[in-house]
């Protein structure tokens, strides 16, 4: 569990003014699935939206990113530059730090693991398999965000309040919620192995 508590996790999350994930229900009767009432129209992807790079580890949430730009290797390895290495040196002054990224092309471009290997004096950087089950942890805290801001009224009519509603979420998530994800690692990884890298309830 020690070893967790160094770790800082990172993952980009892309939130939409409007959720669609094509789970919308209608009950309707024989001959009725045409009328107006039993069909609900579709917004153009999701009517816009922000993503956010974010990371967290046991001891501190990290401040967001907004990106408004699609990230290649270039904005990533800014990003890496000005956010995470001082997160890293505050939160892991000894140099202990484990940071934790998946294998998306641009975290895996030549110029951004030459950065990284220019500061393993500074913290490590984690392998993390290819093809690997999700385990980040911060898969459910995106969940966690996702449920609160749907449940606002009225919904976001625009990406400023999407984006301010997102940053006061999630500067709000209670440590305890966190904490417990990062102290629930031993057990995915147990489960993870002993479903031999298949399905898990995580």
Known sequence: M???????????????IHHVDG????????????LPS????HTQAGGGGIMLWRTF????????????????????????ADQLHPYMAFVFPTGNGIFQQDNAPYHKARIVLGWFEEHTDEFHLMSWRLNSPDLNPMEHIWDVMELQLR???????????????????????SPVMYQKLVASMPRRVATVLKAKGGATRY
Do not use: M
């Open 2 to 16: 020690g070893e967790w508590k160094r770790v800082a996790w990172l993952e980009e999350y892309r939130f939409l």
């Open 38 to 41: 039993c069909t609900a129209g």
């Open 151 to 173: 449940a606002q009224a009225p919904p976001c009519p625009n990406i400023s309040t999407l984006r301010d509603h997102c940053l006061d979420i999630w500067y709000n998530l």
């Open 57 to 80: 580890s046991w001891a501190v949430l990290r401040l967001v990113v907004v990106v408004e730009q699609t990230i290649k290797a270039a904005n990533y390895l800014n990003i890496i």
């Open 23 to 34: 789970r919308i229900r209608v009950r309707r009767l024989p001959g009725e699935q045409l």
